[in-house]
């Protein structure tokens, strides 16, 4: 029997690259970060399609998924979605009894919380929302490892001092500017 000769059959090993070190990156490319952050939220919460969420955002498909990395599923021949929860660097803003400070968080979860204390913390301010109740809703909850500060009536005086930039709020941490 004569045996046949070919080539040797070489697989290929596909290599999925990970969104770069966000400690590494420069500060055009942080804002181009952030700005892929929010595409994947807003993909998450069904707010468009893919392709008009990028127009929205401006990227394009490649940019979004160098910087959404394994938050972004799908592509090619499938449609893309995001994943259900996210580990993306987060810089938001903590409440503390002297006033907001940065901090820099990987959990959407945590993001979605101090969202929601902060829309708590506008109704409180805006006479919508009583201060027992705001204290009953957030009196002893940790977000990121630390506790809120929910102290109703301090935060009435602080915001009565112009301590609490209510405006200046989810304007961007540092980094891009």
Known sequence: MASRR?????????????SPRYSSLTAREKAVYERTTNLVSDLRRGEGLYTELLRKHHL?????????????????RRRVRASKADRRVRDLMFP???????????SSRDATRL????????????????????EARWRGVR????ELFADASAILDMADAGELKVETLYASTGGAR
């Not at 503390?96 to 990987?106: A, C, E, L, Q």
């Not at 204390?117 to 409180?124: A, I, Q, Y």
């Not at 977000?143 to 630390?146: E, F, L, T």
């Open 6 to 18: 070919g080539r040797k059959s070489r697989s290929i090993a596909v290599v999925k690259l990970h």
């Open 60 to 76: 394009d498909s490649r940019t979004a998924h160098k910087y959404g990395g394994r938050d972004l599923l799908g592509g090619g």
């Open 96 to 106: 503390m009894s002297f006033g907001d400070v940065p901090i820099r968080t990987r």
């Open 115 to 134: 969202s929601e204390f902060f829309h708590d913390r506008d109704k409180l301010l805006h006479d919508k929302m009583s201060a027992r109740d705001f």
């Open 143 to 146: 977000v990121a490892g630390r």
